[in-house]
Structures are given as structure tokens and as C-alpha cells.
């Protein structure tokens, strides 16, 4: 009776093992499958990610508006006052210190989402607030360091101008000064003499 008891629980146990090995292999080819399904759904290409982005974007949101304004508000002011050093140079450094705070903001709108948003746009790593406020401050940047570079240039060219002006106004003056200083030449009593005879004849 003990062997047939332990042959019927041997059985058990092999049935269970059966079963159980069974069901890991179904789980894991629907993993497989979802796995399979999300990969071939996910963007494969550059434009593809944009549009995705595009999509996931809720562009009808009051905050996303009033951050879209801004950026814009910040080139019109980079156009107007591009000639103007002292500006532009706060407004450089105004962004380069919006650009280091990014990683702080974007964690401080990660826990206050719910206020001002209809999603969690902030995650970990930052790819929203590094495409929506990173991207568009570097940009403007950039383009900032080339005019600092063309007023540099166009500072030089005065500068030089005005140097070789100088210059020109010293060499006349001292060539003027030369010119007064050279004396009169001497007249000899010969040439006196004839000079003279000249005038009688004249008056004769």
C-alpha cells in the first residue's frame, strides 16, 4: 500500500511539475510577443521619434503655450538688441543659468505635475524638458556667441580705423611742423645788386 501511495504522489508531483513547466512556457512567449509587438510598433527612425513626440504632446495646454511664447519672446529680444552688448550679455547668461537649473525643474514639475499639467510630462531622464526648454535656449545661444563673435569683429575694424587715422593726422601734422621750420634762403649781395639794377632800369 506504501508503494502505491508513494507511486500515485510521484505521479502527482510529476503532473504538477508538468503543468507548472508548462504554464512558465506560455507566460514567457506572451512576454516574447509583447516584447516583439512593442518593438516592432516603437519609432525606428529619426522622423518617426519627432512625430511620436509630436503625438504624445498635449500642444493645447496653457503652460506649453505660455512656454512656447517665451522662447519666442526671447529671440525677438535677441533680434532687437543684437547690436547692444550689455543686454545681450545678461540675456546669455540668463539662459546659461536656465540651462544648468533644467535637471532641479524638471524634478520639482516631476512632483507637481497634477497642478499645472493633464500628464506626467518630467520623467527621469529629462528628454521632455531637455527637448522643450533645453534645446531651444542652446539654439538661441549659439546664435548669440556668433554675434558676439561679428561684434568683436566690426569693435576691431573700428578700432583699427581710428588707430590708422591717428596715425595719418600725426604724420600731417608733423610734416607741417617740418615745413615751417625749414628757414628762408639766404639772398647774396650779388643776387642784391641785380635786384637793384632791375628796379632802376624799371623806373628809368
Known amino acids: 500500500m506504501?508503494?502505491?501511495?508513494?507511486?500515485?504522489?510521484a505521479d502527482d508531483d510529476n503532473e504538477n511539475a508538468t503543468a507548472a513547466s508548462s504554464l512558465n512556457d506560455v507566460v514567457e512567449g506572451l512576454k516574447d510577443q509583447i516584447f516583439a509587438d512593442h518593438v516592432k510598433g516603437a519609432p525606428q527612425t529619426f522622423r518617426e521619434e519627432c512625430a511620436a513626440?509630436?503625438?504624445?504632446?498635449?500642444?493645447?495646454?496653457?503652460?506649453?503655450?505660455?512656454?512656447?511664447?517665451?522662447?519666442?519672446?526671447l529671440w525677438l529680444l535677441f533680434v532687437f538688441t543684437r547690436k547692444n552688448f550689455p543686454v545681450q550679455c545678461g540675456l546669455f547668461f540668463g539662459i546659461a543659468a536656465c540651462v544648468a537649473l533644467a535637471e532641479t525643474l524638471n524634478g520639482l514639475c516631476a512632483k507637481r505635475w497634477?497642478?499645472?499639467?493633464?500628464?506626467?510630462?518630467?520623467?527621469?531622464?529629462?528628454?521632455?524638458?531637455?527637448?522643450?526648454?533645453?534645446?531651444p535656449l542652446l539654439a538661441l545661444a549659439f546664435a548669440m556667441l556668433l554675434n558676439f563673435l561679428v561684434m568683436a569683429s566690426s569693435m576691431l575694424v573700428t578700432v583699427k580705423r581710428a588707430e590708422f587715422r591717428g596715425k595719418a593726422r600725426e604724420l600731417g601734422a608733423q610734416a607741417e611742423a617740418e615745413a615751417q621750420a625749414v628757414p628762408a634762403p639766404a639772398v647774396s649781395e650779388r643776387d642784391e645788386r641785380a635786384y637793384r639794377r632791375t628796379n632802376r632800369k624799371k623806373g628809368k
Open 114 to 135: 497634477e497642478k499645472f499639467a493633464t500628464q506626467n510630462y518630467f520623467d527621469e531622464r529629462g528628454v521632455f524638458a531637455g527637448i522643450m526648454l533645453c534645446a
Open 2 to 9: 506504501l508503494l502505491i501511495a508513494a507511486a500515485a504522489q
Open 53 to 73: 513626440f509630436i503625438a504624445a504632446v498635449d500642444w493645447r495646454e496653457t503652460w506649453i503655450r505660455c512656454l512656447l511664447l517665451w522662447h519666442l519672446s
